[in-house]
């Protein structure tokens, strides 16, 4: 049984009631995270609870949620879910207006809302023995705030539907310019001649804890060089490696896009060594 965290209380997952008139479900009017827990330890807590509060900050959430508060709600969470694996799934809606109106609501307090699920091991950096993903590209037709991490997920949804309906993992998204941006959901890199690059943060992509984490971690404990500049597609047709990142997945070795082999259609060994790294410092954050 799934134990939630709901306004205050937790409760098992399936008696967890909200009015229908919260925004959260009539406008997607919220911000969510996840994150990651191996053995009741939490990956990069910190700047995940950060990035959320900035979220709110930009759609002008009150609150008064603390970071001891929402450690208080994850250590309750991994305690009353079995530790293991996690995500730790947090979410803040504005809350349950009495009608249906588009403008922010004065004196309505947050839907807080939290719960745990099942994630699978994080990957070992073996590239003999690593998952190699399989993506789909199309043309990013999210909005243009895709740097805020909002509820409303209804283009990332159909992103991630056109791969997945074909067989993908995932689906790679560019710009009307031909640019990379990310994937539907997590963010994306290529490899050439030994050199990583990465879209550079801006309104059309997610900032990423695991891409936070894992530059500063390349940054400091190696020598590998890591570019953030604009991509194009071209580039990623003719990379040595093309990966995707996010929290559940840390660093994954992408070998096919539109079914067309990366390099030699192997996971590469790039990928081996910032996996290895980030498996090493991640819980440094
Ligand atoms: C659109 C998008 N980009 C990137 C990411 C990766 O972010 P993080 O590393 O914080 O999980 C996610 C994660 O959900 C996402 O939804």
Not at 133 to 150: F, G, N
Not at 250 to 273: F, I, N, Y
């Amino acid at each position: 049984m799934t134990i939630a965290y709901l306004n205050g209380e937790f409760l098992p997952l399936e008696e967890a009631r909200i009015s229908p008139m919260d925004r959260g479900f009539l406008f997607g009017d919220g911000i969510y995270e996840v994150i990651p827990s191996y053995d009741g330890k939490l990956v990069g807590f910190g700047p995940h609870i950060d990035r959320m509060h900035q979220g709110m900050g930009f759609i002008d959430i009150k609150h008064e949620l603390t970071h001891e508060k929402w450690r208080e709600i994850c250590e309750g969470l991994m305690a009353k879910n079995g530790s293991g694996n996690l995500g730790i799934y947090l979410h803040v809606s504005r809350g349950a207006d009495v009608k249906r109106f588009h403008a922010y609501p004065e004196d309505v307090e947050p839907t807080v809302f939290g719960f745990a699920f099942e994630i699978a091991p994080p990957p070992v950096a073996d590239r003999n023995k690593a998952t190699g993903y399989k993506v789909a590209t199309t043309e990013d037709l999210r909005w243009q705030r895709c740097h805020i991490k909002s509820t409303a997920l209804l283009g990332n949804v159909m992103h991630f539907q056109h791969g997945f309906s074909s067989g993908q993992n995932e689906t790679l998204l560019y710009n009307a310019r031909g640019e990379l941006t990310e994937a539907s959901a997590c963010n994306a890199y290529v490899v050439k001649d030994g050199v990583i690059a990465t879209p550079p943060l801006d309104n059309q992509i997610l900032p990423g804890i695991t891409r936070l984490m894992l530059l500063d971690i390349l940054r400091k404990h190696s020598d590998i060089k890591v570019e953030e500049r604009v991509v194009t597609m071209d580039e990623v047709a003719n990379a040595d490696e093309v990966w995707i990142s996010s929290s559940s997945k840390e660093v994954a070795a992408v070998v096919e896009v539109d079914d067309r082999a990366v390099g030699d259609g192997k996971v590469g060994p790039v990928w081996e060594a910032a996996q290895a790294l980030y498996s090493a410092h991640k819980f440094d954050y």
